[in-house]
Structure formats: structure tokens, C-alpha cells
């Protein structure tokens, strides 16, 4: 029986992964969809992620529900745990990516009520970062692979200097222009938006080295010297 | 013997509860020595906000890791297990916030290097709720009070009043003024911080009222009619 049981849980734990995966896809395409409603001025797209957010706050109901679920029936031990209390709070952190698109369309749908302020190069290249750090952050996770983590750990250095470049520029726009003023400050917010993805990327990849290593990467430069690894 | 590991279990979640109290209370300081320290051009506080991240890293592992402890040793049913994992979810919640407080002090110490653009009047008013937010959503917590968990909830649209409000006056101050445009953006950072504040404090809240009611009020609008209540 205990074969059975044990093929059981590990068929729920993979169940786990898969949703986790279509969760991660689904947030992964909300964002690509938001940038597309932004750089093709499409208002109508826009709509429709904003109203896809059902679809990912319906996965996010469901992912708490499956982790808590096999908790409480299998009881799993040290690194399973490990893996499932991971999952929850990974899964929060891909909910919130999610809500960031929504916030994206919002800007976009005041911004295609305007004429284009210029073309929206370097957004669309922040935001293919910001996507490839989501979509590497739960390849890490579901490998269980802590090197891939700390890729997208690094790469968030990519993300803010696309940010802080934007940021100049938008304020360089300001300053020459002032009714462009309305729609830099937009601008600025989306980006924003994509910093923030980054940010729960690379919040998941910190928790894959912790699942993984035991070693708490995202606070170690709090810790005392030599105080690094905690389990 | 059971009576006695009851005890030790009750005892054990009465004292996550103090770690998430404690955890709420200095993340609190921190946002208010954050605002003071912009609002009195206190840059030496600033400094010191930023260096007491530390504790706020070491309280979020040592939470996550008592967490993690509990559910391994004890294996809490039901409306245990869910305030356990509500702990997980809200530590992180609270390290994010904790995470604000440093971003205002960065802004704050970049404010105080130049002349004061106007006095920041609503920006410690909307720091004042955001605050109350973040200690009723916890006291709502600890007291699975979901009427209380409502309000904050409902406190959430004054947050956004005030953002709003600080967004139109920010922008006639660059348009009139566009020397003004890099410290109106700033401090527009300030208000976009402080909100995101109040949403962590609203995710708690909505998280209680889940781990009580089993309602998940969070997406409420997302699921179909009559759908409300999951578990």
C-alpha cells in the first residue's frame, strides 16, 4: 500500500507543477498580450486581457486549494514541504504578475485615447526580459535547478537599466515638452509595471535557491558574515 | 500525552502569532521613520530606515522557517493547516512592505539633496492609512475578525483618493513648472509606494477573510454568480 500511496502523491505533486506551469504560461501571455495593446494601440485587446485576469485569479484559487490539499492528506516531509509551501507563495507572486498586466492594459487604454507620444521601443524590449525571467524563474523551479535561478537573479540588472534609461528619457521629454507630461508619467508607471514583474521573477528564483540549497540568497546580504545558510 | 502535544501546538501557534505581530509592528515603524524622514528632509533616518531592513529579512526567514516547522511537526488539520499557510503568505506580504519602506528612503534621500517642491501634506496623510491598514489587517489576523479584515478592505479606496488626488495636483505643478518634473516624479514614486502598501495590507485582509469564511472574497468579482464560496 504504501507504493501506492507513495505513487499517488508523487502524481499529485506533479499535477501541482503542471498547474503551476499553466499558471506561469497564462500570466507569461497576459503580459505579452498587454505590451501588444500598448505598442498596436490596440484598446480592444487591451479589454480582453483585463477580463482573461478571471482565468488567472480562477487558476490561483485552485493552485492554494491543490497545495493545502496535499498537505493535509499526505503530510509530506522536509523537502516536499519545502516544495509545496514553495508553490504557495510562488503561485501569489504569479497572481500578482498577472494583476501588473491589468495595470499595463489600464495605461494603455488612457494612452491610445492620445496621440502617440513616440514609438515604445524600449518597452517592448523590457518587457520580452521580464517575460523570459517569469518563464525561467518556474523552468528553475520545476528542475529544481538553483543555476538557472541565479540567471534570472542577474538578469534583473537588465530589467532597471532598461528603467532607469526610460526613466531619463521620459524626463527629458517632460522638461522639452510639457503636454507630453500626461503620457511620459503613463509611460513611466508601465514601466514600472515591468519592474515589477521582474521583481516577482526574481523573488521566485530567490525562493528556488532557498527550496533547493537551503540557502536564503534573497536576504544574504542581512545576514552576518558566514550566516548565510540557515537549513 | 495528546493533551500535552496540544499544549505544545497551541503554544507553538500562539508564538507565530507574536513573530507576525512583532514582524507588523516593526514594518509599521519603518514605513512611519520612512515618511518622517522625507517630510523633515531627515536624511540620517533615512540611512537608518534603510539599514534596518536587516531585521525585517531575518524576522521574514525566521517566520517562514517556524512555519515550516510547525506544519512538519504537527500536522495541523484544516483551519490550522490554512492559518499556517495564511502566516506563510502574510510573512511575505509584510517583507514587501518592509521592502516600500526602504524605496521611500531612497526617493526621500534623492528629495532632500534639492529644494523642497511643496510641503508633503498628503503624502503623510495617505502614509497614516496606509499604516492603520497594515495593523488592522493583522489584528484582523489574529482575532479571525473578517468584519474587521472588511474594513480595511473598504480603507483601501481612501488610499486610492489620496493617490489620485497627489497624482493631479503633481502633474499641473510639472506642466506650470517643468523645473519641478524630476522631483514631481519622486514623489509621485512615494504615493505609487505607499499604494502598493495599502494592497499588501488589503491581500492580508482578503486572506483572512478567506482562512475564515472559506470565502474567497479576493476574486470575488471573477468567479460566476453564486460561485463565492469555495471550501
Redesign the interface.
Known amino acids: 500500500m504504501t507504493l501506492h500511496t507513495d505513487r499517488h502523491f508523487e502524481d499529485e505533486l506533479q499535477s501541482l507543477q503542471e498547474l503551476l506551469l499553466r499558471m506561469g504560461g497564462l500570466v507569461e501571455r497576459q503580459i505579452a498580450h498587454a505590451i501588444e495593446s500598448l505598442v498596436e494601440r490596440d484598446s480592444e485587446l487591451a479589454r480582453e486581457v483585463i477580463a482573461r485576469?478571471?482565468e488567472v485569479?480562477?487558476l490561483?484559487?485552485l493552485i492554494?486549494?491543490e497545495?493545502?490539499k496535499v498537505?493535509?492528506l499526505h503530510?509530506p516531509?522536509?523537502g516536499d514541504?519545502?516544495f509545496v509551501?514553495t508553490a504557495?507563495?510562488v503561485n501569489?507572486d504569479l497572481e500578482r504578475i498577472g494583476d501588473m498586466a491589468v495595470n499595463i492594459c489600464e495605461r494603455a487604454l488612457e494612452l491610445n485615447d492620445e496621440p502617440m507620444l513616440k514609438p515604445y521601443i524600449d518597452v517592448p524590449n523590457m518587457a520580452k526580459e521580464a517575460q523570459q525571467m517569469v518563464r525561467t524563474s518556474l523552468d528553475a523551479l520545476v528542475r529544481r535547478d538553483t543555476a538557472l535561478a541565479r540567471r534570472v537573479i542577474e538578469q534583473d540588472d537588465v530589467v532597471d537599466g532598461y528603467a532607469h534609461q526610460l526613466?531619463r528619457e521620459l524626463?527629458s521629454f517632460?522638461?522639452e515638452e510639457?503636454?507630453t507630461?500626461?503620457r511620459a508619467?503613463r509611460i513611466?508607471?508601465v514601466s514600472?509595471y515591468l519592474e515589477r514583474i521582474a521583481d516577482h521573477a526574481t523573488n521566485i528564483a530567490e525562493m528556488v535557491v532557498f527550496m533547493v540549497d537551503g540557502k536564503?540568497i534573497?536576504?544574504a546580504?542581512?545576514?552576518p558574515r558566514g550566516g548565510a545558510e540557515?537549513?
Open positions: 485576469d478571471r485569479n480562477r490561483d484559487i492554494d486549494e497545495c493545502l498537505i493535509a503530510q516531509a522536509a514541504l519545502r509551501t504557495l507563495k501569489t526613466y524626463l517632460m522638461v510639457p503636454k507630461i500626461s508619467t513611466l508607471l514600472k536564503m534573497r536576504h546580504a542581512s545576514l540557515l537549513a
